[in-house]
């Protein structure tokens, strides 16, 4: 889309070209804000009315300078999108267009950011997602979106700025407080760069204004005009300088820690300011990165670094619920992509509006608010049941749209006899075999038949969770689709168990290993390379280590060891109560750790310790939506060396820790963050083979914390371990991060009409070294905006891969990844093209044909979505027109008019006839 560009901006080319005649004349932006310090200045409901209230102070203020020369007129800047929300839900559609109005004139300025908050614990479906409701708003009243902060924090990660460019970002300020960090305060005023290009590993990113700090009411902090008129000469004397030789430079924020402000100077203060030597205007901020970048956009710095992690840690002070959080996103691949095979048969199951939908995406927008820490006016019980409401949010909705969609696709695929039948459905892009479970309470005395192939395929009945199981081998599921299993009530072949078992070692045809009672592994032998160990103590803890070592406290007990599985299950006290279940596979080079804390353990920070036999290895880690060298960028890595906390390295999916030749992948599926060995705020540890994965703790950041987990017994931390014998490769790491936390999904076959009977497979992508991030019908629903693909080049070249989809495409665009259109794409021969930069992230839109051609009698008929067609037929002058259906389905519209639209609910199109009825 197009978004609405001001006339300020006009006026400043205008000025621009008056430049040579003054050549020495600075350019002064100063830009009222008031931060939005949540749960630090008021609770939800004192914001929630101090919102209303400041927006009508300054629309009324708005409109009483609009008469105003432009410089002059005032302006405002809301730091958060929450404010436009509020205001929408509690004023009338009157009142809420007039706020509409002044965004799109220039007067009211909305970032993309749901709220003011930390990044570093977040993951990158996670930042979107948080961004939709934006999305949404954007589409709705063609308002711009190119602004997006990250506020106070003395840190920012690295791959932020390639998620808010996708996003459609192009600008950014930071200020920070200088105040409750151990960052090095003389370095915060000395940044290597005050304005520059803040770009991640795949070249994309923001115009970046991160000014060295005076004080936090000053030029680098977070209220840098507090005082406007200060502001005005602080810039002023910034100009020309040798670390700012530019002659435009912006003062931003004025509300500081308060509640509200209510500042009707800034007219004035431009106006009295203003002389032959110097400019000063009243900024809606973008006025000023429009004509900076109009200036100097060529010729700036570009930074591709992160400074690691502040007050973003404060989340692991609710480390379950932060990881429920996380879960659930990773859980949402799965959900979202039977959901668009259900919708492109029956687009009502995922509706344009859905209360829930729009709920999780708003959690996810503030779970990461910047106050995690507490202090100012709000205790840790307040805060601590906010976090917990907005994690319900989440969970509630994915948890509901996963179970149906389960449910629904079972109900759509074709079933032939009586015998149980279930589907095992891939929602990754690339053909994979692995475990899959189903609930099952009948005998084992069956043999389970893959209908595809007509074999059988290895199972095992377990109980997890109180809840016995069918476990299968399921092997080449296809990509983005699935396999149909029979279970049938007759004796079937034996097959060999999965491990060889001695005490407490544990074999496969991969892995020897040796486990204490504690659940920690003392020893890890590669089979497959002359059984190297892999396992080398450090500080006296080893792998999966949460701090007992080679103790011997607790009880270790083989639980299964069947012909798709062995697990050990570890119960120990030592150092804090917990249950560990080690797991091997038949067939899959994985071994899999999932270890429950099974009490509260206080403010004390917890991590699980892996130690590896490596000798100055280089570690690689998914960081927020990039990958990054954990070494310094003097070291050819990705780590700051000035005004940095390096004490915690963010951890996604995976950590890597490898030589030239060979190495271990990590994968991580409900931490935040790792420290890499004994690293510290100013010192990363780059050449240690440890990584300690926070379980939890206390980290007292921007405040003291939520004390004591909020009382929480129950911690989750799941990992698993695979060893490569190769080099590191960032395309193997993530794919086999993204299996071990995206299992199949199961669910019974009822029968239906739109699916085959024995396998499927949606879609595939040409290029393996793309990964297929997230597939989705539109947030307009599938019968408007068609579906969304969103796609992440995870290799260091470009490509150009073409999205294989079993039903021809009639036309794609790439959008931003809060899908708004951005240009139209390629199709060739029924598949969308896609042309990807190195390391990069794109979304798709896709309108895929219909799925069956209707009979037509007499009749023009275009499909305008899955099972939606319009009708025509040539009018008659004063005719109207009485349209029967035959099948099922409704008109939607045009009903008595020479053209209808008709949603056919069968699953297939009918028929339809048209009486015409002249007068």
Excluded at 13 to 22: E, G, N, P, V, Y
Excluded at 669 to 687: R, Y
Excluded at 742 to 759: I, K, M, Q, R
Aim: contains cysteine; glycine residues 8%; charged residues 15%.
């Amino acid at each position: 889309m197009t978004v609405c560009k001001y006339t300020l901006a006009t006026i400043l080319c205008c000025c621009f070209m008056l430049l040579t005649a003054q050549a020495q004349q600075k350019h002064i932006y100063i830009a009222n804000d008031d931060h939005t310090d949540y749960f630090w200045s008021g609770n939800a409901a004192t914001y929630q009315q101090a919102f209303l209230d400041v927006l009508d102070y300054y629309l009324d203020l708005n409109d009483a300078t609009a008469g105003n020369a432009l410089p002059y007129q005032n302006r405002y800047n809301c730091d958060a999108a929450f404010w436009v929300y509020t205001y929408k839900k509690y004023k009338t559609p009157t009142q809420f267009q007039r706020l509409i109005n002044q965004i799109q004139s220039g007067h009211i300025s909305v970032p993309l950011n749901m709220l003011v908050s930390t990044y570093g614990g977040q993951s990158a479906e996670a930042a979107l997602r948080g961004m939709y409701w934006q999305g949404r708003l954007q589409r709705s009243y063609n308002l711009p979106f190119d602004i997006a902060i990250s506020m106070e924090n003395q840190t920012q990660p690295l791959g932020l700025s390639s998620l808010w460019a996708g996003a459609g970002a192009r600008y950014s300020w930071k200020g920070v407080c200088g105040c409750a960090s151990p960052v090095n305060y003389s370095e915060l005023q000395n940044r290597t760069h005050e304005i520059y290009q803040y770009q991640g590993p795949d070249s994309t990113g923001v115009l970046m204004k991160w000014y060295s700090l005076n004080y936090n009411q000053g030029l680098g902090g977070y209220a840098e005009a507090w005082n406007p008129a200060t502001a005005v000469n602080d810039c002023t004397n910034k100009c020309n300088t040798t670390g700012y030789p530019y002659v435009v430079a912006g003062g931003f924020g004025r509300g500081w820690d308060n509640l509200t402000t209510f500042d009707n100077t800034f007219p004035a203060v431009a106006q009295t300011n203003t002389n032959a030597n110097r400019q000063v205007y009243v900024s809606n901020e973008r006025d000023f990165f429009e004509h900076f970048e109009t200036l100097y956009g060529n010729n700036l710095p570009t930074e591709c670094v992160t400074y690691g992690n502040d007050w973003d840690t404060d989340c692991a002070s609710l480390a379950e619920v932060t990881a429920s959080v996380k879960r659930s996103v990773e859980k949402l691949r799965s959900a979202e992509a039977l959901t668009t095979l259900v919708a492109l048969q029956n687009p009502e199951f995922y509706p344009a509006t859905d209360t829930l939908r729009e709920k999780c995406w708003l959690a996810l927008g503030q779970y990461w608010e910047h106050n995690f820490g507490l202090g100012g006016c709000c205790g840790d019980n307040e805060r601590a049941n906010w976090q917990r409401a907005l994690a319900n949010d989440v969970v509630t909705y994915v948890n509901q749209l996963y179970a149906q969609a389960v449910a629904a696709l079972g109900g759509k695929i074709q079933k032939t006899g009586v015998n149980q039948r279930f589907f095992v459905m891939n929602p990754l892009n690339w053909q994979r075999t692995d475990a899959a479970d189903i609930p099952y309470p009948g005998s084992a005395a069956i043999k389970v038949l893959d209908l595809q192939t007509g074999q059988e395929t290895p199972f095992e009945l377990l109980t997890i969770d109180g809840v016995q199981k069918l476990r299968v081998l399921a092997q080449n599921i296809p990509p983005v689709g699935y396999k149909i299993f029979e279970i049938q009530n007759s004796p079937g072949m034996a097959f060999p168990n999965t491990a060889t078992i001695s005490g407490n070692q544990m074999e496969n045809d991969y892995y020897r290993i040796t486990v204490t009672n504690s659940g920690v592994i003392t020893s890890l032998q590669d089979k497959l390379n002359a059984n190297t160990e892999y396992c080398q103590p450090l500080s006296s803890r080893y792998l999966n280590d949460l701090g007992s070592g080679n103790s011997s406290a607790g009880t270790l007990t083989l639980v299964n060891n069947g012909a798709v599985s062995a697990t050990f299950r570890c119960v120990s006290a030592n150092p804090v109560q917990h249950t560990t279940l080690v797991t091997l596979y038949k067939n899959i080079n994985r071994i899999d750790l999932h270890n429950t804390i099974n009490d509260n353990f206080g403010d004390a920070v917890r991590t699980y310790a892996f130690s590896f036999n490596l000798t100055n290895p280089t570690t690689h880690h998914e960081e927020l939506g990039a990958i990054l060298k954990a070494k310094e960028t003097t070291q050819g890595g990705h780590y700051a060396t000035n005004a940095r906390r390096h004490g915690w390295q963010t951890l996604n999916h995976f950590a890597d820790v490898s030589l030239a030749g060979r190495g271990v992948t990590l994968s991580n599926a409900d931490a935040g963050f790792m420290k890499l060995g004994s690293s510290s705020t100013n010192f990363l540890d780059q050449n240690s083979p440890q990584v300690n994965v926070l379980a939890g703790g206390r980290m007292a950041g921007s405040g003291p914390g939520i004390y004591n987990q909020n009382g929480d017994t129950q911690f989750t931390s799941r990992f698993a371990l695979q060893v490569h014998n190769n080099a590191f490769n960032q395309v193997n790491a993530m794919k086999y991060a993204l299996e071990h936390q995206n299992p199949f999904v199961c669910g019974t076959v009822t029968g239906g009409t739109d699916y085959p009977e024995t396998a499927f497979s949606f879609l595939s992508v040409s290029d393996p070294n793309v990964a297929l991030w997230a597939l989705k019908p539109s947030e307009e629903g599938i019968a408007n905006g068609g579906i969304i693909a969103r796609l992440w080049n995870l290799a260091t070249t470009p490509s150009v891969c073409t999205l294989n989809f079993t039903r021809p495409a009639t036309a794609a665009a790439r959008t931003t990844h809060i899908e708004t259109d951005i240009e139209p794409a390629t199709v060739t021969n029924g598949n969308p093209i896609a042309n990807i930069g190195q390391q990069q992230m794109q979304t798709y839109r896709v309108q895929l044909s219909c799925n069956t051609n209707p009979v037509i009698i007499g009749q023009n008929a275009v499909c305008v979505g899955a099972n939606l067609y319009q009708y025509s037929i040539e009018p008659t002058p004063y005719a109207t027109y009485n349209w029967t259906l035959n099948g099922n389905g409704i008109i939607t519209a045009g009903q008595g008019t020479a053209a209808i639209t008709v949603q056919w609910t069968g699953g297939s199109a009918g028929t339809v006839n048209v009486e015409e009825i002249v007068p």
